[in-house]
């Protein structure tokens, strides 16, 4: 799929069928995270795959915009080193190149995903259970879309400021 062409398609599904991803996809989506540019080629991210439908039901509880995590075949867990006080730390700079690349990975693939706010950090922690000096604010979700036209219909009008309102030049 042409990068061009994929942005501009690209939505965010929150319907998903029930059907597990492909392994071959599932690995695809974390390789384009793992393939991103990071601050000084720092790499401060750790990948938890969640697959297991209780699990996924866990965390749908993260946050109150993650009821459909209960229903996606695959979350992904974004945990970074927690900052150290040294500025800029650039991890959500860093995450979001990951996330973008595994977002478009997938949209190529045909699967849908979905960015979570985990509100309960706690929660998050002892779920997963990563080390006591790391930190989750993100999961990303994922699945085949429960309606295929969510892959092809173009975003609402409106759903994105225009380049004239954001974009100035030489000067605000
Ligand atoms: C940092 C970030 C956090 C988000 N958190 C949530 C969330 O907790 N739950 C949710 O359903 N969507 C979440 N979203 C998805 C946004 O609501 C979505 O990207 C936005 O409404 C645009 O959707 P569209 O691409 O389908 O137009 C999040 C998106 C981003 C970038």
Known sequence: M???????????VRRYADRPLEAT???AILNA?????????RQ??????????????TLSEVGPYAGHVAQAAAAVALVYPSPSGEAPHSTNWDLGL?????????????????????YEPELART?????ADHA??????FGYPANPDDLT????????????EIVHREHW
Not at 127 to 131: K, N, T
Not at 153 to 164: D, E, H, V
């Open 25 to 27: 996809h599932l690995e």
């Open 98 to 118: 990951a996330s973008q690349n595994m977002i478009l990975a997938a949209w190529s693939l045909g699967i849908g995903s979905c960015p979570i706010t985990v």
């Open 136 to 141: 989750c604010e993100q999961l990303l979700v």
């Open 153 to 164: 219909r173009p975003l609402r009008r409106g759903r994105r400021r225009p380049l004239g």
């Open 44 to 57: 401060r991210w750790d990948f938890v795959v969640i697959t297991d439908r209780d699990g996924l039901r």
């Open 2 to 12: 042409d990068v061009l062409e994929a942005i501009r398609g690209l939505r965010v």
């Open 127 to 131: 779920f997963l259970g990563y080390p």
């Open 33 to 41: 995270g793992r393939r991103a540019s990071s601050s000084k080629n």
